[in-house]
């Protein structure tokens, strides 16, 4: 189910058109409420809903082969509860893909009404979902939150999104100036915590050093960003999103994120396509994906004036970034792949024994 562009839904869209290449029957219902269209799913077979009744259908149909093969439904925490109770006899693996904890309000469907509604992870119907027999988190920080905030969730693998790399890297488009060129690349909401960028590269000692661009859609926080950057006289664009972003990030020096919940940050891997590498926080899944001092840099999001001591270490160095991006392609080639990714899926997917429901109903 997508409600914005980004991160996730280009994940999905990629691991479903991995999973075409190996099983002869993957198909992807999209569901839009105010999302995007979906993109291209290889040979994988679409379904694109608008409404409610729209997924139950296209979900019904697909969970119910002709030729009584097991199903197995790759899910997310908005619709697992109604994917359960649409699909009985098939497999239903929920994807988490959040660092939860116990008070974070979760945006789910109701499974009765289909109304989008919002829920702790505790307060979800785990009457329903205590049955699931496998959860997936994107990355070991989502995974341990799972553990910790929901002990009914009975077994919880870890799967590394994978991102598609270009081929090659892309060209340089970096102006000829010399600031250190950062982008950033946040929906401008709360959590991502776009406000600590903001403050960092307008600090006197960065404010005439650095140059901060920041991609995303437009959130709930981008007028509250924009007048703190207009009052702090901060070096700051607010671009918008951008498909291209390996190409578009070929044009910086840095990726710097500051989001401490992020349930995997695949704009690190997008910028490491791009042999740019990124600064982080120590939190979240952030430094599951860089190698402090090899592929990147990784600061304490709590310590006052690591963020400017970072960003002005990369200023003072920039001959480090290079060899920093070089290594950061080289990891994301080597690991961050949908080949790998769609593997792993796959491997779980075999791993699971068909439901007795679901034996009873081929018999």
């Avoid at 992807?28 to 269209?37: K, L």
């Avoid at 002709?66 to 619709?79: E, K, L, N």
């Avoid at 070991?140 to 939150?145: E, I, V």
Wanted: glycine letters at 8%; one cysteine or more.
């Amino acid at each position: 189910m997508t409600t914005a562009r980004g991160g996730a839904e280009n994940s999905v869209v990629e691991l479903a058109g991995q999973l075409a290449r190996l099983v002869p029957g993957v198909d992807v219902v999209w569901w839009r409420q105010g999302g995007p269209a979906a993109g291209h799913c290889g040979s994988a077979r679409l379904h694109e809903v608008t409404d409610w009744n729209g997924y139950q259908q296209a979900l019904t149909s697909v969970c119910s082969p002709a030729d009584g093969r097991p199903v197995v439904v790759i899910s997310s925490h908005r619709t697992m509860a109604a994917d359960v109770l649409l699909a009985p006899h098939a497999r239903v693996i929920p994807v988490v893909r959040h660092v939860v904890n116990a008070e974070q309000v979760l945006r789910v469907i109701d499974p009765d009404s289909g109304a989008m509604v919002e829920s702790t992870i505790g307060d979800l119907p785990w009457d329903l979902l205590s049955a699931v027999p496998v959860w997936v988190g994107i990355s070991h920080a989502s995974s341990a939150a799972l553990r910790t905030h929901a002990p009914k969730a009975r077994f919880v693998s870890t799967i590394h999104n994978g991102v598609a790399i270009p081929a090659t890297v892309p060209a340089r488009t970096r102006p000829h100036t010399g600031r250190l060129m950062v982008a950033s690349v946040a929906r401008t909401v709360p959590w991502k915590r776009t406000d600590h960028l903001v403050r960092a590269v307008a600090d006197p000692r960065l404010s005439t050093a650095v140059h901060l661009d920041v991609f995303g859609e437009a959130g709930s926080h981008q007028g509250e960003l924009e007048k703190l950057a207009r009052e702090l006289t901060a070096p700051v664009r607010f671009l918008g999103y951008e498909d291209d972003l390996p190409q578009r990030l070929a044009g910086y020096d840095l990726l710097a994120t500051a989001s401490v919940q992020e349930g995997f940050g695949r704009a690190v891997i997008d910028a490491a396509g791009a042999a740019i590498p990124a600064l982080v926080p120590n939190a979240g899944a952030s430094p599951e994906l860089v190698i402090d001092g090899l592929t990147g840099m990784v600061y304490a999001p709590d310590e006052p004036g690591e963020l400017v001591a970072a960003l002005t270490e990369a200023f003072l160095d920039r001959k480090m970034l290079v060899t920093m991006g070089s290594a950061a392609r080289a990891l994301a080639e080597a690991w961050y792949t949908p080949g790998r990714c769609a593997a792993q899926y796959l491997k779980l997917m075999i791993g699971q024994r068909p439901a007795p429901r679901a034996l009873e109903a081929l018999r």
